[in-house]
């Protein structure tokens, strides 16, 4: 599968998805105009790839400063996703990671976390850069 670089805009997230590396990443703000358009074809390529691993060890950055509610639940969708390839016998890492100092991501990241039972869900610090 062909990895997937999307550059980070003013209201879209930087998503870098290397699929043979088992390295995926989302980072900024994400609160583009149309979700659907903007996320669809990443996630339905992420869906796939996921599924289709057997014992393999993937990792996901998140390191977002806002999203809106419309991202929360693409959020919400990977986060399922990742949950379920785990499930499936893979070795799943997720790193939320947020600035020290903003209380709200680091809180939003908890929560996130606390519904996955299979996947290591870690919260991790930051400085700014």
């Avoid at 903007?38 to 950055?61: C, K, V």
């Avoid at 499936?88 to 908890?110: F, Q, Y």
């Amino acid at each position: 599968m062909e990895n997937i670089v999307i550059e980070a805009t003013e209201r879209a997230p930087e998503l870098r998805f290397d699929f043979a590396a088992q390295r995926f990443s989302m980072k900024g703000e994400s609160y583009p105009e149309d979700v659907s358009a903007f996320f669809g074809a990443p996630i339905e390529s992420l869906q796939s790839h996921l599924r289709a691993q057997e014992g393999a060890a993937i990792t996901f950055d998140f390191e977002l400063v806002y999203f809106n509610s419309s991202s929360a639940k693409v959020l919400m969708r990977i986060f399922d996703m990742l949950e379920e390839a785990a499930s499936n016998g893979n070795t799943v890492v997720i790193n939320w990671r947020h600035l020290a100092d903003d209380d709200n991501m680091a809180e939003l990241g908890e929560e996130f976390g606390e519904d996955l039972e299979e996947a290591e869900f870690n919260l991790v610090e930051v400085e700014e850069a």
